[in-house]
């Protein structure tokens, strides 16, 4: 069974940063692509990252980039999203998920950023 | 970057009525990497229909998905109460892979 766990969200300072990670269960990550994506309070999906399974295969929305970045650990099985110079606007649900079309999807982490 | 743009932005159906849902590109997207996604309150979203047309994995036949080019919909045949959600189209099919903003589908 497919499960996907995200964590590391919290409340941090406009300008600081945060590391979120998703622990993949029931799949080995390395045969799939994997994506970030958000939802702030009460607004719709941003699509904010993807990494290929393939080394070095990343991209990012404009939002974000120069910003963020993705990586993974494959013997681990898990995905990361390292987060700096954090806006208050960066203020959202973080949500990992499988695949390119997103076919299974964590529960999601808070990550609120405010003075 | 290609814009999602779905209509309309609330739609206000009773059970048992037909929901059409418009998800409509700034360009062209190939069939093969438009989704669907059907979020309820305080839940990760689902994936739907992915392939413009392919249910996915244990998802009724009461919907269904069609279009190419710029022009894709979802269709929900006889709303059943637990229809009533927000729902998102996506594509992948350049690198940035971008949402529409959502239907908000709520009991008439």
């Known amino acids: 069974q497919v499960h996907l766990v995200e964590s590391g969200g919290g409340l941090v300072k406009p300008g600081g940063s945060l590391r979120l990670s998703c622990v993949a269960s029931?799949?080995?990550?390395?045969?799939?692509?994997m994506s970030w994506v958000r939802q702030a309070p009460g607004k719709g999906l941003e699509w904010i990252s993807w990494?290929?399974?393939?080394?070095?295969?990343?991209d990012y929305a404009d939002s974000v980039k120069g910003r963020f970045t993705i990586s993974r650990d494959n013997a681990k099985n898990s995905l990361y999203l390292e987060m700096n110079s954090l806006r208050v606007e960066d203020t959202a649900v973080y949500y990992c998920a499988r695949g390119a079309n997103l076919d299974s999807w964590g529960q999601g982490t808070l990550v609120s950023v405010s003075t | 970057e290609i814009v999602l743009t779905q209509s309309p932005g609330t739609l206000s159906l009773s059970p048992g009525e037909r929901a059409t849902l418009s998800c409509r590109a700034s360009q062209s997207v190939g069939s093969r990497y438009l989704v669907w996604y059907q979020q309820k309150p305080g839940q990760a979203p689902r994936l739907l229909i992915y392939g413009a047309s392919s249910r996915a994995t244990g998802i009724p036949d009461r919907f269904s998905g069609s279009g190419s080019g710029t022009d894709f919909t979802l269709m929900i045949s006889r709303l059943e109460p637990e229809d009533f959600a927000v729902y998102y189209c996506?594509?992948?099919?350049?690198?940035?892979?971008?949402f529409g903003q959502g239907t908000k589908l709520e009991i008439k």
């Open positions: 996506q594509h992948y099919g350049t690198s940035q892979h971008t």
């Open positions: 990494s290929g399974s393939g080394v070095g295969y990343t």
């Open positions: 029931g799949f080995p990550l390395s045969d799939y692509y």
